[in-house]
């Protein structure tokens, strides 16, 4: 009984959401910003090492 109910109440929560709504579209998108973040601030982190090598 437990099962069915919590099928029906799962069932409601993904039928009562927005088209447009996409949690994972979402979570990816904050993944990959996060990702370019890290990755523009490796590549400043050693622009900058080579410049103090040059100097």
Same mark, same amino acid.
């Given at each position: $009984?437990?099962?069915? $109910?919590?099928? +029906?109440?799962?069932?409601?929560?993904?039928? $009562?959401?927005?088209?447009?709504?996409?949690?994972?579209?979402? +979570?990816?998108?904050?993944?990959?910003?996060?990702?370019?973040?890290?990755?523009?601030?490796?590549?400043?982190?050693?622009? +900058?090492?080579?410049?103090?090598?040059?100097?």
């Amino acid at each position: $009984m437990k099962f069915v $109910m919590l099928f +029906l109440v799962a069932a409601l929560v993904v039928l $009562m959401a927005e088209p447009g709504e996409c949690f994972l579209k979402k +979570l990816w998108g904050s993944i990959k910003a996060a990702a370019k973040g890290a990755r523009d601030s490796w590549r400043g982190r050693a622009c +900058l090492q080579t410049q103090r090598f040059q100097d």
